[in-house]
C-alpha cells in the first residue's frame, strides 16, 4: 500500500525548533518530488516547501525561507522538515504529499498529518 | 504568493450540478496548464481529483470534471452527492517550482 505517514509534531515555543518526518512505503520514494503543507486551524491549505528526487532542487513558501529547511534521506524512505525560530503563525497540521507524475504539482499522496502548536 | 481566489462557499441539492472557479494571475492559472483541484474532508487527508487541469486519477468518478478559460479554472460536480460535501482546493504552478493553493471552498449539498 502507498503510505506516508508523519511524526514529530507537538507543542513548541515561539522561537524554538521542531524536525518533521515523513516515512514513505509502498513506492520507489526516490523517484519522487516531495512535499510539505500545512493547515492552520480555521484556515485553507498553504504550501509550505519542495523538494527534488535527488535533493538538489529544494524551494520554499515566503512565510518560511530562511527558517526552514527540507531534506530526504532517499536510503530511509523519509522526507525532513527542520523548522526553526518558530511564531505562532507556524501552528497548524503539517502534511507531506508525493508530487505525481504531471510536471505541475499534482500531491497524489498525502500523509494523516502532524499537529504542531506553537504557544508558551 | 497570492493564494488562487475561490469563492467560500457553494451549495447544491443532490443531483445537482456544482461549480467552483478558481481565480489566479497571469503568472500562474493563465500561464500553466497545471491545475489540480482536492477533495478535503474533515479527519482525513486531502484527495487528488483533477490534475493537469482535466485529468482525473483513476478511481475518480467522471462526475468530477475541470476546465480552464483564462486565469480561472473550474472545478464542476455533477450528480451531487451527500458524500461530496467537503472543502475543495486548487492548486497550480506559480513559477520557479513553487506551488499556489487556492483559500478552499465548502460545498454543502442540501
Known amino acids: 500500500e502507498v503510505q506516508l505517514v508523519e511524526s514529530g509534531g507537538g507543542l513548541v515555543q515561539p522561537g524554538g525548533s521542531l524536525r518533521l518526518s515523513c516515512a514513505a512505503s509502498?513506492?520507489?520514494?526516490?523517484?519522487?518530488?516531495m512535499n510539505w503543507v500545512r493547515q492552520a486551524p480555521g484556515k485553507g491549505l498553504v504550501w509550505v516547501s519542495r523538494?527534488?528526487?535527488?535533493?538538489?532542487?529544494?524551494i520554499y513558501a515566503d512565510s518560511v525561507k530562511g527558517r526552514f529547511t527540507v531534506s530526504r534521506d532517499n536510503a530511509k524512505n523519509t522526507l525532513y522538515l527542520q523548522m526553526n525560530s518558530l511564531t505562532g503563525e507556524d501552528t497548524a497540521v503539517y502534511y507531506c504529499?508525493?508530487?505525481?507524475?504531471?510536471?505541475?504539482?499534482?500531491?497524489?499522496?498525502w500523509g494523516q498529518g502532524t499537529v504542531v502548536t506553537v504557544a508558551s | 504568493q497570492s493564494a488562487l481566489t475561490q469563492p467560500r462557499s457553494v451549495s447544491g441539492s443532490p443531483g445537482q450540478s456544482v461549480t467552483i472557479s478558481c481565480t489566479g494571475t497571469s503568472s500562474d492559472v493563465l500561464t500553466y496548464d497545471y491545475v489540480s483541484w482536492y477533495q478535503f474532508h474533515p479527519g482525513e487527508a486531502p484527495k487528488l481529483i483533477i490534475y493537469d487541469v482535466i485529468k482525473r486519477p483513476s478511481g475518480v468518478p467522471d462526475r468530477f470534471s475541470g476546465s480552464k478559460s483564462g486565469n480561472t479554472a473550474s472545478l464542476t460536480i455533477s450528480g451531487l452527492q451527500a458524500e461530496d460535501e467537503a472543502d475543495y482546493y486548487c492548486c497550480t504552478d506559480a513559477g520557479s517550482y513553487m506551488v499556489v493553493f487556492g483559500g478552499g471552498t465548502r460545498l454543502t449539498v442540501l
Open positions: 504529499a508525493r508530487d505525481g507524475t504531471s510536471r505541475g504539482p499534482d500531491f497524489d499522496v
Open positions: 509502498g513506492f520507489t520514494f526516490s523517484t519522487y518530488w
Open positions: 523538494l527534488s528526487k535527488d535533493a538538489d532542487i529544494a
